[in-house]
């Protein structure tokens, strides 16, 4: 049974960096090379939009809003994703969550729907 579980939420000041873990665990899909991770955040209000993804070979995306001060990485025995935030803004607070599509990100895209597992989330709050 694949599962998701993320860490590393906390409140911060405007300017702080965070860095959030995600540990993954009993996913086949995980250990070919055709997987797509990604970090999604939602923000009150809001729809779950994605900030970061990691493809399969290494290939990295960002969206344009946190390009620049986000940086997306994998530990070398793949069984850890994190996300690196620096420069955080209050913009960016919301509910942090890693994700696993079993197919590659030129497939998924940043649609939530082809992602076919997902963590609990873990929360960021920056304060102005």
């Known amino acids: 049974q694949t599962q998701l579980v993320e860490s590393g939420g906390g409140s911060v000041q405007n300017g702080a960096s965070l860095t959030l873990s995600c540990t993954i665990s009993g996913s086949r899909a995980y250990r070919t090379n055709r997987y797509c991770m990604g970090w999604f955040r939602q923000s009150p209000g809001k729809e779950r939009d994605g900030v970061a993804l990691?493809?399969?070979?290494?290939?990295?995306r960002y969206d344009y809003s946190v390009k620049g001060r986000f940086d997306v990485s994998q530990d070398s025995d793949k069984n850890t994703l994190y996300l690196q935030m620096n420069s955080l803004k209050p913009e960016d607070t919301g509910i942090y969550y890693c994700?696993?599509?079993?197919?590659?990100?030129?497939?998924?895209?940043?649609?939530?729907?082809?992602?076919?597992?997902w963590g609990q989330g873990t929360q960021v709050n920056v304060s102005s």
């Open positions: 990691f493809e399969s070979d290494g290939t990295e």
């Open positions: 994700a696993l599509a079993t197919v590659r990100c030129i497939v998924s895209g940043w649609e939530p729907s082809k992602f076919d597992y």
